[in-house]
């Protein structure tokens, strides 16, 4: 047997041991679930019932959230995952909540309020706390489908003459799969061709699956043009359920231009700047981030923009020379208070212009979500970049 046909066991084999691993943790979630909403509330038989078997469900759900573009087919299993995944933004706010109620209870225990006093705080703060996260993560669900155009003024150094006023789009992180498909897709090509940028840069993160199952999703790229050019990297998702060469490879066949390590001039009037891509900055062995080969050869006078998907990149960009870096990965948090967590991942650049130096950095919160299909306290966008 050639190491062709064992692969795909290999992969299968990976995917099922990660959804084991999501499946015993989401399991010990709504365990906790259980305990805080349910049975510490003591509701009445029949309605414990109920809502346990409701419990259970949901947590079916949640789990096929993370199979969906990758061990299952998206064309009948998004619906699932969808619900699944807007399930586990519920989960999200339900367990900061009983965390609070937890800590509100324990108090009036040291206190020693009478049992009663403790059953009908429960009772009373589960009762607020259910419809509120229903309706947080609601809302959230509606800005998430709705991204918008994000006009921004960059002041950049030694920007040549003949590119005064270049206008460049930046999306990144579309996370097509499991719960957004074809149409949201349709949706961000429209926003960004009715813009007429002169120049597309998307910054990874494009999908969420194989190339076997969410390729069709993602058709509607090829309609995306520009007079200087498309062109896309690696974000760490590129890597999770596929070989990251079949990703690029496919990118390709859509007409975009893939940057792996590398740089194209791109020519307007007499001048020409050098458009910079390397791989994500977690990218394994055989093909890692590497700015220097990307630059091997270029001219250190010649503008250069940096396509990288994290923000990390912009210490050793601005050491290089790097004029403009553009990157996502951070969701601006996506949803709150998540946000304080991603800062100290990405500290300190999460969202908007940064500098390191002469070299500017640009980071989009994204255009898509991962995980749950909702943003609370960011909003998506497609970026208009005007370079002075």
Known sequence: MTADAVTPFVVEGTVLILLLVVATFLGLVHLLLYRRLIRATQLPPRTR??????????????????????????SWSRPFGYTGALWLGVVFYLVL???????????????????????????????????????????GAHNALNPVINNVTV?????????????????????????????????????????????????????????HHVAPDIADLASLSAPLGVFVVSGNHEYYADD??????H??????????????????????????????????????ADLSAALDGADPSRFSILVAHQPHHIDEAAEAGINLQVSGHTHGGQMWPFNYAVKLAQSPRIVGLDSVGDAVLYTTPGVGTWGPPVRVGNTPEVAILELR
């Open 155 to 211: 002041d950049v150094k030694d920007l040549p003459p003949e590119f005064e006023g270049l206008r460049v789009a930046v999306f990144a992180d579309l996370h097509v799969g499991p719960t957004l498909g074809k149409g949201f897709t349709q949706k961000v090509v429209q926003l960004v061709q009715e813009e007429g940028p002169d120049l597309i840069l998307i910054p990874g993160d494009l999908i969420d699956g194989t190339v």
């Open 97 to 139: 909540g009983t965390l609070v109620i937890a800590l509100a209870s324990g108090l009036l225990r040291i206190v020693r309020a009478d049992p009663r006093t403790r059953l009908l705080w429960i009772r009373a703060s589960t009762a607020v706390l259910i419809p509120a996260s229903l309706i947080t993560v609601g809302l």
């Open 251 to 288: 990118f390709d066949s859509l007409g975009m231009t893939t940057l792996r390590n590398s740089r194209v001039a791109s020519e307007r009037g007499d001048a020409s700047i050098d458009i910079v891509g390397v791989h994500d900055w977690d990218a394994p062995e055989p093909d890692p």
């Open 244 to 249: 990251v060469n079949n990703w690029l490879d």
């Open 49 to 74: 019932t109920i809502a346990t078997a409701g419990l259970i469900v949901l947590w079916v759900l949640a789990v096929m959230s993370f199979a969906v573009g990758s061990a299952l087919s998206p």
